[in-house]
């Protein structure tokens, strides 16, 4: 009985740091963080979108690599070394010709366990503030992405994802109890969504949910607005990183979440008679 309340909840932490054009950088300053939160007891950690690179359109071809590659070799390495569930982000992911924006999750053992790439790809245009198109060089991944740790089953999105509440209800629906979103929202889309989106994919699906965003660089050319977040099955906000480099991490209380989900059955109430969403099958 006591092995079952000691799974029922473990430190999460996010790793918020300064992405630079100098890959092997990126890599070591990843790693080191890495390091400084299972040292400090994170079970799980995840380190931000395009960790390894720095984020635009023109940067995608340069920095891609094969999975597995440099990067992702060294994620699997550092995860066995600190026997953690590793959310490495994501980089940009070369493979027969195309490009995609991909998360790479690594087990205790280092063995790969799921590599999901971006679904929902981020072409925007805000007049006067910001136009991004993903499009342009990256292709869509294809498939949900869900792994089994000994404390829950756990969703993978990346940024723009967060958007589509479809996502975090298939996740939902298929046992997840927390998702996990790497992401940079910029300094127009932050301030206004970032922890919005959070919060309502939190208390929709009665979930955890988890944004891990690069520190901002206000000099870059796409500068993310930070500000890596927690938030509870509840809806609150139980931690958040301001815009600097930091390692932000909070204890997940399954507890806590089931019995939320019994004080406010809406899984149970759901209309399913009227309305689904369901996951397409081929």
């Known amino acids: ?43 799980i950690v995840a380190l931000p979108e395009c960790f390894n ?30 026997g953690i569930y590793l959310i490495g982000g994501s980089i940009p992911e070369e493979d027969c010709g195309k490009l995609y924006n991909t998360c790479a999750v690594f087990g205790p053992d280092g063995t790969l366990l799921v590599k999901h790439r971006k679904i929902h790809l981020f072409d925007i245009d805000v007049p ?34 967060i958007r589509f509440a479809e996502l975090a209800q298939i996740y939902a629906n298929k046992g997840c109890q927390l998702l996990v ?8 889309t932050g301030p206004a969504h970032w922890e919005l989106l959070q919060r309502a994919r939190a208390l929709d699906n009665q979930v955890y949910v988890a944004t891990a ?4 660089d206000e000099k870059a050319s796409y500068v993310a607005w930070g500000h890596s977040t927690i938030v509870s099955p509840w809806g609150e906000v139980v931690a958040k990183a301001g815009s600097e480099e930091t390692v932000l991490s909070a204890e997940i209380d399954l507890q806590y979440l089931a019995e939320i989900r019994e004080q406010i059955p809406i899984r149970r109430q759901r209309r399913r008679d009227l ?8």
């Open 128 to 161: 006067g503030k910001i136009r991004f198109q993903e499009s342009e060089t990256l292709s869509p991944g294809d498939s949900f992405s869900v792994f089994d740790t000994p404390y829950c089953k756990v969703g993978v999105g990346i940024c723009y994802d």
């Open 213 to 216: 965003s690069p520190a901002r």
């Open 1 to 43: 009985m006591q092995a079952v309340r000691s799974m029922a909840k473990f430190k999460l932490s996010l790793v918020q740091f300064l992405v630079s054009p100098v890959k092997l950088d990126n890599l070591n300053r990843a790693c080191k963080l890495i390091k400084e939160a299972a040292q400090k007891g994170a079970q």
């Open 181 to 188: 979103y790497p992401g940079a929202f910029n300094m127009t």
């Open 275 to 282: 309305y689904n969403v369901e996951e397409k099958r081929n």
């Open 53 to 82: 690179s720095p984020y635009g359109t023109k940067y995608f071809p340069e920095y891609a690599e094969k999975i597995p590659g440099e990067s992702t070799e060294l994620l699997s390495q550092v995860a066995k070394e600190c």
